[in-house]
């Protein structure tokens, strides 16, 4: 099965040159369970680099998150500096921090980016949090001198809020928040960027047709589809990827569904190729913000996004002493099998000195004896 014909694969040859122009890294932004898992192993698989340290599948992803887990822990680290979290419904817009504590966040995000991504040229990034944190990570690139290409997955709120419902036990109001406030951040951040919108229904149906709206936003191809690479797409974008059906039920969920619905309207014209007026954003911008102005500050979402990220410390730090525990059983076992295997040669040399001795004094006897 050929490739279109619109993008022809590229040889190691061009992608080398292509990356004499200078590293770029492709982004997917979005919010959580909306189908950026999905579109960073297809970029992966057409030729952009993964993290080194990726985090692995579970239950609720079984085909991998593909997400750099350092960068994600550090992500919450920073929204929670900021009095955020990454299930805020006020996460956007962004909140920065004295030019003194940003310094050093920025540093040791340069010391991630350079962990996870050391001789990418193509680096591929993709964690929901830095999407309400992009306007930091912009900052990384730049000082690391990459350009950016990005790609937005857009999947019906309340299909996200399935997902959440059940992972989380997200109420559908507070999920739909979050999804909008994500969604406006990735469009508000992005606006000077080469950025494409991929409808996650239309990616699932035709993936290829996605790709090359993708390279045609991009004013690029991606830098390694293969007829290969695709026939591995062909095998894992499948319709069971499909968990949780979007409907129209906006509208039952009050003012936090109103927003969503504006939202969700302007994603979806501009996934089908249109150019929706950007007023319904801003509309909705204002909406959210009022909303913001008006809640207390959520003291208990926040509480619980901080119990949760000591939880996930607790749980790294737990793997990490089960991992020197289990190195340390097998270190000692390697010990014991060197002690037993040097008792067991002096064993062996001390029966054979024996015998030796014996067969001495045997044959010194015999001597004695003809004497």
């Known amino acids: 099965m050929s490739l279109r014909s619109t993008s022809a694969p590229k040889t190691g040859r061009t992608r080398k040159a292509a990356a004499k122009g200078g590293r770029t890294a492709y982004l997917v932004l979005g919010m959580h369970r909306s189908g950026t898992s999905a579109v960073t192993q297809l970029l992966a698989l057409a030729g952009a680099q993964l993290p080194t340290n990726v985090m692995p599948g579970d239950e609720h992803n079984q085909k991998g998150y ?31 921090l004295s030019p003194d504590e940003e310094r050093g966040w920025l540093d040791r995000a340069l010391a991630l980016f350079d962990e996870e991504f050391p001789d990418a040229n193509w680096p591929l990034m993709k964690d929901p949090r830095a999407t309400v944190l992009l306007p930091f990570w912009r900052a ?26 059940r992972r989380d036990g997200f109420a559908e109001q507070k999920s739909v928040l979050v999804w909008s406030a994500y969604m406006l951040a990735a469009e508000a951040y992005t606006r000077d960027l080469p950025r494409a919108f991929v409808g996650y229904d239309a990616l699932l149906s035709d993936w290829r047709g996605e790709v090359a709206r993708i390279e045609a936003a991009h004013g690029a191809p991606l830098p390694g589809l293969t007829d290969s690479a695709a026939r591995e797409i062909d095998t894992f974008l499948t319709p069971e990827l499909r968990h949780n059906a ?94 037993e295997d040097g008792w067991r040669a002096d064993l062996r040399r001390l029966e054979t000195a024996q015998g030796l001795l014996a067969q001495i004094n045997v044959e010194l006897d015999a001597a004695l004896a003809d004497d």
Not at 141 to 149: C, I, K, M
Request: charged share 25%; with cysteine.
């Open 66 to 96: 593909f997400e750099p887990w350092k960068i994600a822990i550090f992500n919450d680290e920073r929204l929670r500096a900021a009095g955020s979290a990454w299930d805020d419904p006020f996460a956007y817009p962004f909140r920065p």
């Open 140 to 165: 990384v690139l730049a000082e690391r001198g990459v350009a950016a290409r990005c790609v937005i997955p857009v999947r019906h709120p309340l299909a996200v809020a399935g997902s959440l419902k």
């Open 246 to 339: 979007g409907d129209d039920g906006l509208s039952a969920l009050g003012w936090a569904g109103e927003i969503a619905a504006g939202v969700y309207g302007w994603f979806s014209a501009r996934a089908a190729g249109g150019e929706p007026d950007p007023a319904a954003l801003e509309l909705a911008a204002g909406k959210l913000a009022a909303r913001a102005a008006d809640v207390t500050p959520l003291a208990l979402v926040r509480d619980l996004a901080t119990a949760r990220a000591e939880a996930l410390d607790l749980r790294e730090r737990l793997t990490a002493a089960e991992a020197f525990q289990a190195e340390l059983r097998e270190e000692m076992a390697r010990q014991r099998q060197i002690l």
